[in-house]
T-cell receptor
Framework: GAGVSQSPSNKVTEKGKDVELRCDPI?????LYWYRQSLGQGLEFLIY????????KSGLPSDRFSAERTGGSVSTLTIQRTQQEDSAVYLC?????????FGPGTRLTVL | RKEVEQDPGPFNVPEGATVAFNCTYS??????FFWYRQDCRKEPKLLMS???SGNEDGRFTAQLNRASQYISLLIRDSKLSDSATYLC?????????FGSGTRLSIRP
C-alpha cells in the first residue's frame, strides 16, 4: 500500500524566503509528526498532531516555523524568512500503534 | 539529561562478530520501546519493537530492563549490510522520543 509521501524531495531557497513542505500520511493514521535532521545528527522533534487535539508545538525552534494539518490528513510545515541554519532534512511520520512510518523527507538547502 | 541517550559510536566490528548497544531513558512511565534503523541519507525504518519479556528476530535480540531504565539491541553474526545507524525510540504516553543513534560499521 501507499506509504507516507513528502514533497518536494529537494528544495533550494534563498535566505529570507518562505518555504512550504508537504506531508501526505498513510490513510487512517491519526497521528502525524514532523522532525528535522541535520547532517550526521539525530532526529529533532518539531511538532505532533493527534486527531482533533491541539498540536504539540513544543519542538518548533522559533516562531518562523508553523504547521497545520487539514482535515486530519495532509500536513504542511511552513518556514518563514528562512535562515541558513534551517538547512536540514525535514521528515514526516505517521503513526499506528506507536510505530512510526516515515516519509522520504524533504532536503532543504538555504543559500 | 537527555530523555533518551545512546552512545553515538561508531562501533566498528568485523563481519561475523556479535555487537550490542544500550540505550537509557529517563522517564520511568515509558511504555513502548523500539529500535529503528537508518541507512545513510534514508529515512528511519522500524527494526523491531522491544517487549518486556525480550524478543528475538533472527540475528537480532532486543531486551528491556525497566529497573535500570535501558533497552538493548544485540546483533549476532553481523553482516556487512548491518552497517547503519540504530535509533532507540521510547514512548511515554503519547510522545515518541528518538535517541540520537548509534553508528555501526561492519568491516569485511
Amino acid at each position: 500500500g501507499a506509504g507516507v509521501s513528502q514533497s518536494p524531495s529537494n528544495k533550494v531557497t534563498e535566505k529570507g524566503k518562505d518555504v512550504e513542505l508537504r506531508c501526505d500520511p498513510i490513510s487512517g493514521h491519526t497521528a502525524l509528526y514532523w522532525y528535522r535532521q541535520s547532517l550526521g545528527q539525530g532526529l529533532e522533534f518539531l511538532i505532533y498532531f493527534q486527531g482533533n487535539s491541539a498540536p504539540d508545538k513544543s519542538g518548533l525552534p522559533s516562531d518562523r516555523f508553523s504547521a497545520e494539518r487539514t482535515g486530519g490528513s495532509v500536513s504542511t510545515l511552513t518556514i518563514q524568512r528562512t535562515q541558513q541554519e534551517d538547512s536540514a532534512v525535514y521528515l514526516c511520520a505517521s503513526t499506528s500503534y506507536n510505530e512510526q512510518f516515515f516519509g522520504p523527507g524533504t532536503r532543504l538547502t538555504v543559500l | 539529561r537527555k530523555e533518551v541517550e545512546q552512545d553515538p559510536g561508531p562501533f566498528n566490528v568485523p563481519e561475523g562478530a556479535t555487537v550490542a548497544f544500550n540505550c537509557t531513558y529517563s522517564n520511568s512511565a515509558s511504555q513502548s520501546f523500539f529500535w529503528y534503523r537508518q541507512d545513510c541519507r534514508k529515512e528511519p525504518k522500524l527494526l523491531m519493537s522491544v517487549y518486556s519479556s525480550g524478543n528475538e528476530d533472527g540475528r537480532f535480540t532486543a531486551q528491556l530492563n525497566r529497573a535500570s531504565q535501558y533497552i538493548s539491541l544485540l546483533i549476532r553474526d553481523s553482516k556487512l549490510s548491518d552497517s547503519a545507524t540504530y535509533l532507540c525510540v521510547v514512548s511515554p504516553a503519547s510522545k515518541i522520543i528518538f535517541g540520537s543513534g548509534t553508528r555501526l560499521s561492519i568491516r569485511p
